[in-house]
């Protein structure tokens, strides 16, 4: 039988475990649901927001981080000609 120590050592890390991983359910869905605001708020065709829809719908965290780094790139090129050749600090 193990000790009380082990056991509430346990139950502490089995806490710790949860609230952890909470957070990142939480981050996770709120990543999901800022690029999805993102997408509903561009400036581009509806065609564009439907793909960028479902792609964040079938896999929410993949979408979302190739909405912030790819569509929202190609959303400000294809209004700004210039703003992908700028280094990023000095636009």
Do not use: C, Y
């Amino acid at each position: 039988m193990p000790s009380t120590a082990v056991v509430q050592f346990g139950q502490m890390f089995a806490g710790v475990a949860l609230v952890g991983l909470a957070a990142l359910a939480i981050a996770h869905v709120l990543i999901a649901v800022l690029a999805v605001v993102g997408v509903i708020g561009s400036r581009q065709n509806a065609g564009m927001k439907i793909v960028w829809f479902l792609l964040i719908w079938a896999m929410p965290l993949i979408g979302s981080v190739m909405w912030f780094l790819v569509g929202r790139r190609e959303q400000r090129s294809q209004w700004d000609p210039g703003a992908s050749q700028r280094h990023p600090v000095m636009q």
